[in-house]
């Protein structure tokens, strides 16, 4: 019953005018530490039809550069469904550090998921909605938010598969160095002791423009966006 309520909550708030999403989107964003600029994530998002691709690259600046200076590759692919994105395979690639890398595989017929992390393969169930780290973001494309006060879904980072809720507050006016926005302010809720997550979601197409992670210790790091390009 755990799983229904996750899957259910997801799956009702699609949109019904999914062929209207964007056919394509390039977002770039700058990712504070502490306030200290760390790096820069470039994002795009393609369709074709009833696929869609994804790619995320982040570049790490500043001392970032300097003590970790490898990039990070993050890819998604899969299929577009009256539901929204249905991911077939995620992969978290670091070439400069090949031990943290992981894969995961979405077996929606047999509902099995498999992550994949230095050559160990491990299944799990594949509750229907649920997403990778990267399609999430662009899950909110396509759910409408009208009269919603939280989501509730599943997602994987190719290591693990958890549960995530966010409640969802009123409009804000929001200044990125992409302009400024109206946007929908969701809120893990964690409880103490436990990371926080908040994102800003731009309410023309619901995409992120700003996100904040806050770790157990109390250590911010910000994910601003700094550009943004949509295609029909």
Not at 34 to 56: C, F
Not at 58 to 84: H, R
Not at 212 to 219: L, Y
Request: neutral net charge; glycine residues 8%.
């Amino acid at each position: 019953m755990k799983w229904f309520s996750v899957i259910f909550c997801w799956l009702v708030l699609y949109s019904p005018t999914y062929a209207a999403i964007p056919g394509g989107v390039q977002a770039s964003y700058e990712v504070f530490m502490s306030g200290m600029k760390i790096g820069q994530i470039d994002e795009v998002y393609t369709r074709n039809k009833d696929h869609y691709t994804l790619t995320s690259t982040t570049t790490p600046l500043g001392l970032l550069a300097v003590f970790k200076p490898e990039k990070v590759y993050l890819s998604s692919s899969g299929l577009i469904t009256k539901q929204g994105l249905r991911p077939q395979r995620f992969e978290d690639k670091r070439p400069g550090n090949p031990g943290k890398s992981s894969q995961a595989e979405f077996d929606w017929a047999a509902q099995q998921l498999t992550l994949i992390h230095q050559a160990l393969r491990t299944q799990l169930a594949l509750p229907d909605g649920t997403q990778d780290r990267l399609s999430a973001m662009y899950q909110f494309m396509f759910v409408d938010m009208e009269g919603i006060d939280a989501l509730h879904f599943a997602m994987t980072n190719g290591n693990k598969l958890d549960n995530y809720h966010y409640s969802i507050g009123p409009v804000q006016k929001l200044d990125t160095p992409a302009g400024q926005f109206d946007s929908l302010y969701l809120d893990s809720q964690a409880k103490p002791g436990e990371s926080r997550t908040e994102i800003w979601l731009e309410t023309k197409h619901n995409l992120p423009c700003k996100m904040i992670i806050t770790d157990a210790h109390g250590d911010q790091y910000t994910q601003i966006l700094s550009g943004l390009k949509i295609l029909p």
